[in-house]
T-cell receptor, first 117, second 113 residues
Framework: GAGVSQSPSNKVTEKGKDVELRCDPI?????LYWYRQSLGQGLEFLIY????????KSGLPSDRFSAERTGGSVSTLTIQRTQQEDSAVYLC???????????????FGEGSRLTVL | AQTVTQSQPEMSVQEAETVTLSCTYD???????LFWYKQPPSRQMILVIR??????QNATENRFSVNFQKAAKSFSLKISDSQLGDAAMYFC??????????FGAGTILRVKS
C-alpha cells in the first residue's frame, strides 16, 4: 500500500504475555519511529530507526520493551511480560531522512491498540 | 532537549468562526521544523501545516495559517472559517534537524454548529 501499515489494529492480551506489533513503512522511507499514546494523552516517543540501526531508543520505558528493524523496512515492537500500564495505542511513523530531500514530515499509521487485562 | 508546550487542553469554536491554538517550544538548535498535526477519532495523524525555522514567512494552507515568532519560540495555529470536520485533537510538534519529532500534550478542538 501507499501508506504506513500497522498490525494488528487491536490486540487484547493477558497480563504477563508477550506481544509483537508490526509496522510496514512507506517504501523508500529510511527513518522509522515508534510512539505510544495513552488514552486522551499526547504522543510519547519510544524509539527511532535510521535504516536498521536505532540512534535513539531513549524512550523505551523498560527492558521489557524492544524493537528491531530488518532490511531497512519492516519493524517489530516487542513487549515482554505485558503489564496493565502498557495498555495504549502504539503508533508507527516513517519519513524521508536528511539527504533524501528532507521535508521533516512524518507519515503515521493508524496505530495498534493494545489492551492488557 | 526539545520541549513543546500546549497550554490549552481544550478549545471550542463556533462553526464559521476563527480559532487560534497556542504552542510554545524550546530548542537549542538553529535548524528545526515545526508542525501541527491533527488527530481525529479515527486515530490517523494528519499533517496540517509545516514551518521551516529558517523561513520568516508564516506558512499557510487554505484555512490554516501559523503565527511563527522565532525569538519568542511561539508557533500558534489559526483556523479560519471553522468547519465541523475540523473537530479533532491538535498536536504541535518540533523536530531538530535529523532528530526525532517531539509532541506537545495536544489541544482538543470542539466545533459547535
Amino acid at each position: 500500500g501507499a501508506g504506513v501499515s500497522q498490525s494488528p489494529s487491536n490486540k487484547v492480551t493477558e497480563k504477563g504475555k508477550d506481544v509483537e506489533l508490526r509496522c510496514d513503512p512507506i517504501s523508500g522511507h529510511t527513518a522509522l519511529y515508534w510512539y505510544r499514546q495513552s488514552l486522551g494523552q499526547g504522543l510519547e516517543f519510544l524509539i527511532y530507526f535510521q535504516g536498521n540501526s536505532a540512534p535513539d531508543k531513549s524512550g523505551l520505558p523498560s527492558d521489557r520493551f524492544s524493537a528491531e528493524r530488518t532490511g531497512g523496512s519492516v519493524s517489530t515492537l516487542t513487549i515482554q511480560r505485558t503489564q496493565q500500564e502498557d495498555s495504549a495505542v502504539y503508533l508507527c511513523a516513517s519519513s524521508l531522512s536528511p539527504g533524501q530531500g528532507v521535508t521533516g514530515e512524518l507519515f503515521f499509521g493508524e496505530g495498534s491498540r493494545l489492551t492488557v487485562l | 532537549a526539545q520541549t513543546v508546550t500546549q497550554s490549552q487542553p481544550e478549545m471550542s469554536v463556533q462553526e464559521a468562526e476563527t480559532v487560534t491554538l497556542s504552542c510554545t517550544y524550546d530548542t537549542s538548535e538553529s535548524d528545526y521544523y515545526l508542525f501541527w498535526y491533527k488527530q481525529p477519532p479515527s486515530r490517523q495523524m494528519i499533517l496540517v501545516i509545516r514551518q521551516e525555522a529558517y523561513k520568516q514567512q508564516n506558512a499557510t494552507e487554505n484555512r490554516f495559517s501559523v503565527n511563527f515568532q522565532k525569538a519568542a519560540k511561539s508557533f500558534s495555529l489559526k483556523i479560519s472559517d471553522s468547519q465541523l470536520g475540523d473537530a479533532a485533537m491538535y498536536f504541535c510538534a518540533s523536530m531538530e534537524y535529523g532528530n526525532k519529532l517531539v509532541f506537545g500534550a495536544g489541544t482538543i478542538l470542539r466545533v459547535k454548529s
